[in-house]
T-cell receptor, first 111, second 116 residues
Framework: QKEVEQDPGPLSVPEGAIVSLNCTYS??????FMWYRQYSRKGPELLMY????GNKEDGRFTAQVDKSSKYISLFIRDSQPSDSATYLCAGNSGGYQKVTFGIGTKLQVIP | GAVVSQHPSWVICKSGTSVKIECRSLDFQATTMFWYRQFPKQSLMLMATSNEGSKATYEQGVEKDKFLINHASLTLSTLTVTSAHPEDSSFYICSAFRTSEADTQYFGPGTRLTVL
């Protein structure tokens, strides 16, 4: 079993839709959870990171973590074609510990 | 925001040659940098952790004599792929923890290596 499981998609949605991206993880030591956006042939860009369970909002993006169920979510409101990318969820146990990534979900927002 | 650069952005080399990839933190000091490899349609796989002034820590299955890592300063880490073979062709990405923001990892743009 992979430490971080993520559906690779692809996920296609119309412009303006609410997008829900999800991951599950198995490592109980994870305390920090991240979402990265990666465009084709580029390095990942940090979108959001949260500590422990709870919600965090930044503009059109909302990250949720439920440690009891080991479930991580990213919601994108009013999705735009420029949001089309691969979204990677990740977690680590904190500090300078290595980060474990999911495989990434490819999102396409259709105009 | 913090910026991490990589050089070169892409490289094509012949089998058997060595290739050096540089990773620089441009506006912050990074005591810890990470090197990842990403194959098509796969996730990032950590290869090694690079610590300034000390030996790198390699993940299980990564040959340290093949992937030489040197973290010579607080802003520069290098990855040298020695005696490269076609199976080493991949997208190599570095990342750096900003010393004052231990929980945030910033990634470089990646280097695409093609070994003929």
């Amino acid at each position: 079993q992979k430490e971080v499981e993520q559906d690779p998609g692809p996920l296609s949605v119309p412009e303006g839709a609410i997008v829900s991206l999800n991951c599950t993880y198995s490592n109980s030591a994870f305390q920090y959870f991240m979402w990265y956006r990666q465009y084709s042939r580029k390095g990942p860009e940090l979108l959001m990171y949260t500590y422990s369970s709870g919600n965090k909002e930044d503009g059109r993006f909302t990250a949720q973590v439920d440690k009891s169920s080991k479930y991580i979510s990213l919601f994108i409101r009013d999705s735009q074609p420029s949001d089309s990318a691969t979204y990677l969820c990740a977690g680590n146990s904190g500090g300078y510990q290595k980060v474990t990534f999911g495989i990434g979900t490819k999102l396409q927002v259709i105009p | 925001g913090a910026v991490v650069s990589q050089h070169p952005s892409w490289v094509i080399c012949k089998s058997g040659t060595s290739v050096k990839i540089e990773c620089r933190s441009l506006d912050f000091q990074a005591t810890t940098m990470f090197w990842y490899r990403q194959f098509p349609k796969q996730s990032l796989m950590l290869m090694a952790t690079s610590n300034e002034g000390s030996k790198a820590t390699y993940e299980q299955g990564v040959e340290k004599d093949k992937f030489l890592i040197n973290h010579a300063s607080l802003t520069l880490s290098t990855l040298t792929v020695t005696s490269a073979h076609p199976e080493d062709s991949s997208f190599y990405i570095c990342s750096a923890f900003r010393t004052s923001e231990a929980d945030t990892q910033y990634f470089g743009p990646g280097t695409r290596l093609t070994v003929l």
